[in-house]
């Protein structure tokens, strides 16, 4: 099993759902997680599950609807541990299900901030040090969405989040920092909802993949984590 020993990870989102699961398939390879809410002591329960691993924990907070809070994230994490060499930008919103014509403006640009805006916030404020020490993981969260208007901003944030993430490979090629969209599949979450196809923890070992490639591996890519879900984690 490759090993992530003396990294720092920071996941977005990871007091629950994908970004917990993140966070613990990390850890259980001697990863140090950054762990990240809202709230910081939405938290807990993930800090809770990160016990049984031997590597550091660091929970920072800040909330990704708006500039404020993306920056207080940002800030924490530059405070301590100073440095991260694995960044999944995990967090993300859905509007509520409604015709496309009744999703309002307001809907539209929440979504584009949580989902995009700050995702690009995180990636300029760590992937240029990333690249001056030569090494680097960012994974971005997206989607296999398709045919579903009532969702049409959510579906928007992640076809964007595929142009970016292939854009910035390309701004990053040869530097050592791999850049990669990560497709979780349709699982049961608070956003995936009860009637999803696979159980949440089937996200892992494929979310991991995009984290542990060599530095030769592919960078620009879509990785599709039910891909793996019969390897061993």
């Not at 930008?89 to 539209?108: F, R, S, V």
């Not at 760590?126 to 993981?137: H, I, L």
């Not at 969702?151 to 142009?163: E, G, H, I, M, Q």
Request: hydrophobic content about 40%; charged content about 20%.
């Amino acid at each position: 099993m490759k090993r992530l020993d003396g990294k720092w990870a920071l996941v977005t989102g990871s007091s629950r759902g994908v970004g917990q699961q993140i966070a613990l398939g990390l850890a259980q390879r001697g990863c140090h997680v950054i762990v990240h809410g809202r709230v910081a002591s939405h938290c807990d329960e993930t800090l809770r599950l990160l016990e049984a691993c031997d590597i550091e924990a660091h929970i920072v907070a800040g909330d990704l609807k708006d500039v404020d809070g993306t920056n207080a994230l940002i800030q924490s994490v530059k405070e301590h541990p100073g440095r991260i060499d694995i960044l999944y930008n995990n967090a993300a919103i859905m509007n509520a299900w409604k015709p496309t014509w009744e999703i309002t403006p307001l809907e539209w640009m929440e979504s584009f901030q949580v989902n995009l805006f700050a995702m690009v916030m995180l990636c300029n404020a760590f992937a240029p040090s990333m690249r001056d020490r030569g090494y680097g993981r960012i994974v971005n969260l997206s989607s296999g969405i398709q045919n579903v208007p009532q969702l049409a901003p959510y579906s928007a944030t992640k076809a964007a989040v595929d142009k970016y993430t292939r854009d910035l490979a390309y701004e990053l090629r040869d530097s050592g920092v791999l850049v990669n969209a990560l497709d979780p599949g349709w699982l049961k979450t608070d956003l995936g909802g009860p009637d999803a196809d696979h159980p949440v923890e089937t996200v892992l070992p494929g979310a991991l993949v995009p984290a542990l490639l060599d530095d030769n591996g592919h960078s620009g890519r879509l990785y599709a984590a039910q891909d793996y879900c019969m390897l061993e984690g």
